[in-house]
């Protein structure tokens, strides 16, 4: 009896604790829906950078002398006037506990930039039973992009979760995997002792039987028999757990432990004070990109249910400030020689008749090679940039025959070429003038069309093709080594016909005189142009120098790799800011101490001296643009390079 009311005590205890235990965090959650108390999204005391080679060198010195762009002396000292005296005395700033500010300029590198704020968590927010989850967010050119979530995560909480899986995992334990559970085996031996004799007799033999045989020796089925001796009982509640699986995970595990999309699970153990978070987002930048807003919102939760809705903080604003904004955008030309005479050139495989000079449409490819000729005919005859002068056509004859026989019939091919084409032309220019009408005068008499130029034709002979010949040998994969090697001999003959009658005795000429003369017999036009309206022999003039405007479209992408591969050659201030964008500061710094010193440039100096360390070149540089064009006061504070500079010596305070 004393057991028993002993139990009962402490069962009422610990209803008490834990009914006071959910009234204290009502009332908790309670307090923060009336203080409306949100999570403060802030800036980091200074900003860092996850680039090692950008971070600032720690200057030991409190004062600069430099010189003006006057050439005067200056003494630049981090100081600040005196409200009494109204002297200059040196002054040593206490950074805040937090920064309040609501946007930090942010300098983008290789195509980049790290955008760094600071979760604070308030004791009031924090408890044991509770779950925080803040849900960042950040808009970049007016698209809403969720980030990885936060989660602080109290310990009883974490408890609860794991206490879910531990009862899952139970559960899980419950199902069967051994189907052989659930078959009464004592019964079924015994009936098999008793029905089945032979077969209880064969029970330690590895012999295996089949179903079909079992059924024809003792009219059932092992399955048959099997399934009488089954407990159907519990097979069908352990498919039901089986089933069950997903529902009972549900039911157990009430908030799943998250593994993806988060930058943060940490377990809170006590709510001692405020829990702080640094946050770092890298963003990759893009065309246009000018500032991106951070904005933070949650939930408290207490197991699933949400007790109070974090309101969403107001924006972090980060400014980037890219040296792509300097790039200097103006056409680049180039000079170029332009020469009144133009020559194209084009080959037709012809094919002949042995011995023949006629042109036949209908041999080999013939009409398909002709076709193409007047199409180019066509066009330089349209050509509203050139003037057609002459056509020379040069025709080659294969090596058969001799020297002197292939010389006279190359030269008949080669009028017959320019004949057959020369026929084309006439009537491409008649068909050309009938399509354009009659044209009459001012006075409405009738005027005579306008008379085209006539283009000469020109026939020149190469009697037998050896040079392509020594092409087709050494490429042909048909021919053997030995064989190439055999004909290089016979090529030093330096007499053609008594090198073709030697090479007849040799096992490769039959394949040569089938596949490859063919080829040799091919007829080459050079068309002689010239520019129209153009009197001089050649014209100096400047074209657009393509390569360099594509290497200042890279830098406005972003894409500094490109830009710098393009731009190198001419090592002007748009590769120095390439360089610049790649932190090559050695190397845009050998740029720009050769350039002229205008604003740019000395901002550019300034930002790479200031790199190096070199702080007092880093601050005259910077004072020089500023007087030279006021707006490079305000763009100093985009750069945390000058930015430093500017904070440490009060660079741009009023006078």
Known sequence: MYSETKKLLSLCLLSGCLLTAACSTVRKAERLQEQQLSAALVLPESQRTSFQELEMPRFEADSLVVHDFMGREVIIMNAVRDEASGEMVANETLQAARVTARFRNVAERHGRVDLEFQVIVPEAMQDSRWQVRFHPRMEVLGEMMDLDDILITGKDYRKAQLRGYQQYERFLRSIVTDSTRFIDMHQLEIWVQRNLPRLYALRRDSTVVSDERFASIYGVTEQEAVAYYTFGLLVRRNERRIRDKDKMFRRYVKVPLRTEGLRLDTLIVNEAGEFVYNYVQTLQTRPKLRKVDIFLAGEVCEQEKVVYR?????????????????????????????????????EARLLFEVGDDTVREELGDNLQEILQIRATLASLLENREFDLDSIVVTAHASPEGTWQANGALSQRRSQSVGHYFNRFMKHFADSADRSAGIFINIDGTRAAAPTRPGIRFSSHAVPENWEMLDRLVDADPVLSDTQKQLYGLRRQEKDPDVRERQMQADDYYPYLKKELYPRLRTVLFDFRLHRKDMEQDTLHTTVLDTAYMAGVQAIRDRDYQRALSL??????????IACCCLDYNASARDIL??????PEVNYMLALVYARQG??????????????????????GNLDPEISALIRKYDLNRES
């Open 310 to 346: 974090v309101p969403e903080s107001e924006p972090l604003t980060f400014y980037i400030s890219s040296l792509s904004a300097f790039v200097d955008g103006r056409e680049r030309y180039l000079d170029q020689i332009v020469s009144r005479r133009v020559d194209v050139q084009t």
């Open 567 to 576: 731009l190198r050659p001419y090592a002007d201030f748009n590769t120095a």
């Open 593 to 598: 101490e050769k350039l002229d010193r205008t």
């Open 614 to 635: 070199d702080e007092r070149s880093a601050v005259e540089c910077y004072l020089h643009a500023c007087s030279q064009n006021g707006s490079f006061v305000h763009r």
